[in-house]
């Protein structure tokens, strides 16, 4: 007996954990929400003097980079739809 069930990649297992709803989110949306996560932490980065906190925005940044990439990767995938389908 399974207690989750699993698609058919983990990016897919990922995706839909995220909470995205296709009616009033698209991909296109996400991608550039990501693009401003990576920007802020960048920003954030540039103005810290602590070093827990650079080490902390470096650790924000790379987060945000990987979901960019993930996220084009979708993109990339359903292209043309705009949406993510599972």
């Not at 897919?12 to 920007?39: C, G, M, W």
């Not at 906190?53 to 993930?70: P, S, V």
Request: aromatic share 12%; hydrophobic share 30%; with cysteine.
């Amino acid at each position: 007996m399974r207690l989750f069930a699993r698609g058919k990649t983990t990016e897919e297992d990922v995706y839909r954990r995220l909470s995205f709803d296709p009616d009033h989110n698209t991909i296109l949306d996400e991608i550039a929400q990501a693009k401003r996560n990576i920007e802020n932490a960048y920003t954030k980065f540039q103005n810290a003097c602590d070093p827990d906190l650079i080490d902390a925005y470096i650790y924000e940044g790379n987060a945000a980079w990987k979901k960019y990439q993930f996220l084009l990767r979708q993109a990339e995938t359903n292209s043309g739809t705009g949406h993510y389908s599972p």
